[in-house]
T-cell receptor
Framework: DAMVIQNPRYQVTQFGKPVTLSCSQT?????MYWYQQKSSQAPKLLFH???????NEADTPDNFQSRRPNTSFCFLDIRSPGLGDAAMYLC?????????????FGPGTRLTVT | KQEVTQIPAALSVPEGENLVLNCSFT??????LQWFRQDPGKGLTSLLL?????REQTSGRLNASLDKSSGRSTLYIAASQPGDSATYLC??????????FGSGTKLNVKP
């Protein structure tokens, strides 16, 4: 089945130790998104790629970076995680073109910062 | 900036009851509206997508409506079951491929 895959599902890192979260998709969608979601809150968009074009949200901290080496993969790098970065990180995809398409989400990566 | 609000934040109903979840948005210039379900500690599962030109969509016991001019959508769940217990989120798609989410309604269906 076509899907969005996130690895790892659970990640524990130490304060200040860089961490990378991974997302891959078999849907061949041209847009990929990274969201941060804290408990009982709405998902917060960090950035998205439209093909290779990177679009950063104005309020996304510089501590968060992203890479998209090809259509299928997208990575979220947190350079120096703080305690406030502990959250669920959600990857999503959609296909954009003439019509408007829905978003598909992966299962998420739960990040714990110790 | 688009603001999406979901009321109530939490809802508890007995099994078998029909219920309505509400979603409102401030900017009517949307491309579509999507309803999601989220189980604790999990990702989001798409339930229904309504394009801006549509008024409603149905899937099984679920029916979603959209009134773009008034900035409102409802998700109707018929004959609720304990397995429907989850958080339900709505999201609207605006310009530049951006989606705006509400904070969700946490539903508990009691056996």
């Amino acid at each position: 089945d076509a899907m969005v895959i996130q690895n790892p599902r659970y990640q524990v890192t130490q304060f200040g130790k860089p961490v990378t979260l991974s997302c891959s998709q078999t849907l061949n969608h041209n847009v990929m998104y990274w969201y941060q979601q804290k408990s009982s809150q709405a998902p917060k968009l960090l950035f998205h790629y439209y093909d290779k074009d990177f679009n950063n949200e104005a309020d996304t901290p510089d501590n968060f970076q992203s890479r998209r080496p090809n259509t299928s993969f997208c990575f979220l790098d947190i350079r120096s995680p703080g305690l406030g970065d502990a959250a669920m990180y959600l990857c999503a995809t959609s296909r954009e073109g003439q019509s408007s398409y829905e978003q598909y989400f992966g299962p998420g990566t739960r990040l714990t910062v110790t | 900036k688009q603001e999406v609000t979901q009321i109530p934040a939490a809802l508890s109903v007995p099994e078998g009851e029909n219920l309505v979840l509400n979603c409102s948005f401030t900017d009517s210039a949307i491309y579509n509206l999507q309803w999601f379900r989220q189980d604790p500690g999990k990702g989001l599962t798409s339930l229904l997508l309504i394009q801006s030109s549509q008024r409603e969509q149905t899937s099984g016991r679920l029916n979603a409506s959209l009134d773009k001019s008034s900035g409102r959508s409802t998700l109707y769940i018929a004959a609720s079951q304990p397995g429907d217990s989850a958080t339900y989120l709505c999201a609207v798609k605006g310009n530049f491929n951006k989606f705006y989410f509400g904070s969700g309604t946490k539903l508990n269906v009691k056996p």
